[in-house]
């Protein structure tokens, strides 16, 4: 007998065709009885709807119904034995599908009423294993601390930052170290075309230039100038016409009291100390965050296993598209099927090393008893209300609507603590 051999109910019964990794494929037979009472409920959908002469809507005879519309509720009544045997095998069989199952193979022209229907879906299950490899883990740990030198650095980053520009003397040229604003005018293949041209655009001497030849052309320019140069794109020839209109030096503000004020700090030493604060901050956290993902490293790298394909193609589609608002700002644009799918081929290891996480550090969990309370939800709710004092109604009801996903983030906390705790840190 297969892990699935037996009548669920009077109405379904289920059997296990094959397993390949994540993937069981079962044969579903639902019985002549919930067949029968699948075509009622779809003879009384169709009803609901039809419009017949002589008839309001909604109120023709059942049996004028069936007589004129097989289709319809042959349609209805496939959707209806579909989903009630599906929804049947999971409950009953216990079977722990990570996404719905599709159906792989069906004969739906001979659902017929009176007469038992079988049809065979896939399903992708969680991978079963036994965690291993998570004690005593060999962790090299980052300092926590930062050097004079890197606070000098990122002083004069936020220097740096805060640059102005401000209009070179009447007499100066273009070099590479400054800023120039220019327009220009372009024509392709002879022709003039509105999409090479532009007026004062600022551009940065130093950088790379959206058209190529342009920095060139107005290297050594004075003021007024008008420079004429070519570049090529694809096969055609774009010949612009570029004149300099203003050239501007990035001025470097100084440390002083006079910038530490204009900072929000009362002296250069306050403005010092708050930096050399936030960096030893962000270098603690930076080290906690290299320790989780030394850990998760390790884990991947004892532990393998099959991972659900259908929910790895689920969640490297939503990666994607993600990607694409966060790329765009919520603009309108069309990307292409090809563009997508590649995007996906490079997000997908690091999907598939997300999900294997997942299923390792919740594996320990249950392994370790290392599972969050509903204490542990109170006192994490308590926190979250004495820091919200005012949103008490909006708190709770988010608390209580996200209930699962809190207890799981809690549930790897713990799981993670304890990993550190066992972890030989040097």
Do not use: W
Not at 266 to 290: F, G, I, P, Q, Y
């Amino acid at each position: 007998m297969s892990s699935f051999d037996v009548a669920l109910d009077k109405e379904v019964s289920v059997k296990e065709i094959s397993k390949k990794g994540t993937e069981v494929t079962l044969e579903l037979t639902a019985s002549k009885e919930l067949v029968n009472k699948c075509f009622h409920n779809a003879l009384l959908q169709v009803q609901g709807k039809a419009q017949m002469q002589g008839f309001r809507a909604g109120k023709a005879p059942l049996e004028m119904v069936k007589k004129n519309f097989p289709g319809h509720i042959s349609e209805r009544a496939v959707d209806f034995v579909v989903r009630n045997a599906v929804t049947a095998a999971l409950e009953k069989t216990k079977l722990k599908a990570v996404m719905m199952p599709v159906v792989s193979k069906a004969d739906f022209t001979a659902l017929q009423e009176n007469k038992p229907f079988s049809f065979e879906i896939k399903a992708d299950v969680a991978p079963e294993f036994t965690p291993k490899g998570y004690s005593g883990i060999e962790i090299t740990k980052k300092p926590e601390t930062v050097t004079a030198e890197e606070i000098e650095k990122h002083l004069e980053e936020i220097l740096e930052h805060n640059s102005s520009l401000e209009a070179a003397p009447a007499d100066a040229i273009v070099t590479d170290t400054n800023f120039a604003v220019v327009k220009y005018t372009g024509s392709k293949n002879g022709v003039a075309d509105a999409k090479y041209s532009a007026e004062s655009e600022l551009i940065d001497m130093s950088a790379p230039q959206t058209v190529a030849g342009l920095a060139e052309a107005v290297k050594g320019a004075k003021k007024g100038d008008t420079r004429t140069f070519e570049t090529k794109a694809d096969n055609d020839v774009i010949n612009f016409t570029v004149t300099v209109e203003e050239i501007k030096n990035k001025v470097k503000p100084v440390l002083d009291e006079a910038f530490a004020k204009n900072m929000g700090f009362d002296n250069v030493e306050k403005l010092k100390e708050t930096v050399k604060t936030s960096m030893e901050k962000e270098a603690k956290l930076n080290s906690e965050r290299d320790i989780t993902a030394q850990i998760e490293n390790a884990l991947v790298k004892e532990n393998t296993f099959d991972l659900p394909k259908s929910l790895v193609e689920y969640h490297t589609h939503v990666a994607v598209e993600n990607f694409i608002k966060r790329m765009f700002a919520g603009q309108k644009t069309e990307f292409s099927d090809e563009n997508k799918k590649a995007f996906g081929e490079r997000m997908r290891p690091n999907v598939e090393k997300d999900l294997r996480v997942g299923y390792i550090i919740h594996a320990i969990a249950d392994k370790e008893n290392l599972k969050a309370t509903d204490a542990d939800l109170q006192a994490e709710m308590d926190k979250a209300l004495a820091s919200n004092p005012k949103e008490e109604k909006r708190v709770k009801e988010f608390f209580d609507e996200k209930k699962h996903d809190i207890l799981a983030t809690l549930d790897e906390r713990k799981v993670f603590e304890f990993l550190k705790a066992k972890a030989k840190i040097k």
